[in-house]
């Protein structure tokens, strides 16, 4: 594109600053109501469908532990059927009718939003293809892993879980090559961001929408990435005005105000809502908003001759009734919470804390120490892992062989007791020293009297034998009340409580959908991104425990542990402790900016 024509579109839009997205915020908003309200609908009726598959076989819920199941039954070729459903459901609502909605803002083409979905909707039949398919799953799944510039609502809180993470950058190699693959997912997602538009607006296939896209921006990258770095300039200092009058401003006059007490308390919730409400409004025209954006830019490198009608339209009632609006729902919110303002920011929880593999970075990992380690701490339970060895014995160790923490690259069930007792465990804070490898017997003995202690069915040795063989140890150690029997597996755990009744059993599960409650469990042990309120609460109110793993991050660890979760497991057994103490010191306002920080 010449210089003299990019600068024509440039300027069309420079003259009015950021006009062109102010003055389709109630047109936005509008949709985002209408199509959200869609999708709800869409998505309860595709959950119901997928119920009463689940239900014709005989499955309470789909989780991570049965992948096998999804690939292998007609009933979960259908589930994934339906998942591809709701992924192009999404696709068509929040981008490619956004799209459109974007090109009748620049425009001021004044269509109904009715018509801008249904035209969105119509493009749809351009993604069935293998190709299209691909462009819509890296949209869900891949692009938010390190770049937000696109996705669809359905995934755009995807992250890896904190346990993979964990292992990931524990080691140089695989961390680097987490590092590499970011990197080229960023380059990707900026490389082909005008993908869709190429699809829904040049009306081109996904393969070449892809190729164009990826042309345009090896030519003019320049162009696209300062036109969208000046829309997320605006949108950083809109964001900055929204925190200082939705927070700042509000907490200043309270300081200065000395309000004590209940008038207090009314002021502190007060500026919380009204900051909720700001940041809520802003990230939900944000998406919209960038797609704006995106849209001028690529008018901008097809047509800059068609400069889109930009009217300086002054939106002063619209903004005016929303903000009195939003302020009114804010005061009466403040005015009903008051009263429950410690229930609602407590000093104290009753959420227990779960040592991870023994006792987390107290000590040794899965070794006796550790768990002695973690008895004097402020923890609940110790959570260790058991694996059969070649002579039918049990060992405490959570990975396949004995590498990482002994430098014997050896499977366990390949090795017998005695040749696993020559082996010791390093202790990470003093390289010169090393402890045995713990049996289940002297682990139980460890624990004894002291923590409750998880046991988790570990490994390729992981059967019913060992399930068998772990309660018999339990029972006649005397710890069946002291003791919980837990495994990813979930026909493992299914068929301890079944077999068992008198154990305790919890089933770890890192993905979810259906009727948890339903799980023939004691308990269920949620990864973080499953344990929704919406979960925990269907748990708790079939009588089960609810326990989260593993939450080593400092906000997530934060958030459960003021939550309505019974139990978190952590490796940060002195962050925990760390952050409840400084929880049960804080003042009205620290209080309230620990469940802002935590949560939001």
């Known amino acids: 594109m010449s210089e003299k024509r990019r600068r024509t579109f ?117 993604l069935l293809s293998p190709v299209g398919f691909l462009a819509v799953a ?35 190699a695989t961390a680097a090559l987490w590092r590499a693959f970011q990197t080229l997912t960023v380059f990707v997602n900026v490389s082909c961001i005008l993908t869709f538009h190429f ?31 000046a829309f997320l300039a605006k949108a950083a200092r809109v964001q900055a005005i929204v925190a200082a009058l939705c927070a700042a401003l509000p907490l200043a006059a309270l300081e200065l105000s000395g309000a004590e007490g209940s008038a207090r308390h009314t002021a502190l919730i007060f500026a919380l809502a009204l900051s909720l409400v ?37 939106r002063g009632v619209f903004f005016g009734c929303t903000a009195a609006a939003a302020v009114a729902l804010c005061a009466g919110i403040a005015a009903l919470a008051a009263p429950s303002f410690d229930e609602l920011f407590p000093t104290t929880t009753p959420v227990q804390v779960i040592a991870h593999r023994g006792g987390g ?33 049990y060992v405490v160790h959570h990975d396949n062989t004995f590498k990482r923490l002994c430098g014997v ?60 063989d772990v309660y018999r140890a339990v029972r006649d150690a005397g710890m069946l009340e002291q003791c919980s029997i837990i495994g990813l ?14 154990a305790q059993t919890l089933y770890l599960c890192f993905y979810a959908l259906g009727n948890l409650e339903d799980l023939n469990a004691d308990g269920i042990g949620l990864e973080a991104e499953s344990a929704t309120p919406e979960n925990v609460e269907r748990i708790k109110e079939a009588g089960k425990r609810v326990d989260v793993w593993t939450c080593n991050e400092p906000r997530t660890l934060a958030r459960f542990l003021f939550s309505e979760v019974d139990g978190v497991i952590t490796d940060r057994i002195d962050l925990a402790e760390e952050t409840l103490d400084t929880v049960a010191s804080q003042s009205d306002l620290g209080r309230v900016a620990f469940f802002a920080a935590s949560n939001l």
């Open 10 to 126: 440039s300027e069309a839009l420079s003259s009015v600053p950021f006009s062109p997205y102010l003055h389709g915020l109630p047109e936005i908003l509008l949709y985002q109501a209408l199509t959200k309200t869609a999708l709800a609908v869409c998505i309860f009726a595709l959950k119901h469908a997928t119920s009463a598959i689940l239900w014709a076989a005989d499955k309470p819920a789909i989780t991570s532990s049965d992948i096998p199941f999804l690939l292998r039954t007609w009933q979960g070729w259908l589930i994934l059927c339906i998942g591809a459903l709701a992924l192009f459901a999404y696709a068509a609502f929040d981008v490619n009718a956004m799209i459109i909605m974007s090109r009748n803002i620049l425009h001021q083409q004044k269509k109904r939003i009715t018509s801008v979905i249904a035209e969105g909707v119509s493009t749809l039949p351009r």
């Open 138 to 172: 890296y949209l869900a799944f891949i692009a938010p892993l390190a770049f937000r510039e696109l996705g669809i609502s359905l995934s755009f809180s995807l992250v890896v879980p904190d346990f993979i993470m964990s292992v990931v950058l524990a080691d140089p």
């Open 199 to 229: 699809i829904v607006l040049g009306d081109l296939s996904p393969k070449d929408a892809i190729v164009r896209s990826f042309s345009r921006f090896r030519r003019e990258w320049r162009f696209i990435l300062k036109r969208d770095a």
């Open 278 to 314: 700001g940041f809520g409004g802003f990230l939900a025209v944000f998406g919209p908003l960038q797609f704006v954006c995106l849209t001028s830019i690529y008018e901008a490198l097809v047509d800059p001759s068609e400069a889109p009608r930009l009217p300086r339209a002054k």
């Open 361 to 393: 970075f107290l000590s040794t990992e899965n070794t006796a120490e550790s768990i002695a380690a973690a008895a004097q701490h402020r923890v609940y339970a110790s959570e260790i892992d058991v694996q059969r060895t070649k002579d039918g014995r």
């Open 409 to 468: 690259d050896r499977a366990v069930s390949d090795m017998t007791l005695d040749e696993i007792r020559e082996l010791s465990v390093r202790d990470p804070n003093d390289p010169a020293r090393s402890v045995p490898i713990a049996t289940l017997e002297e682990a139980l003995e460890a624990a004894k009297g002291r923590v409750h202690l998880y046991i988790e069915l570990k490994g390729p040795t992981a059967d019913r034998a060992m399930a068998d």
């Open 489 to 502: 597996d979930y026909d493992l755990v299914d068929y301890v409580e079944s077999e068992h009744p008198d």
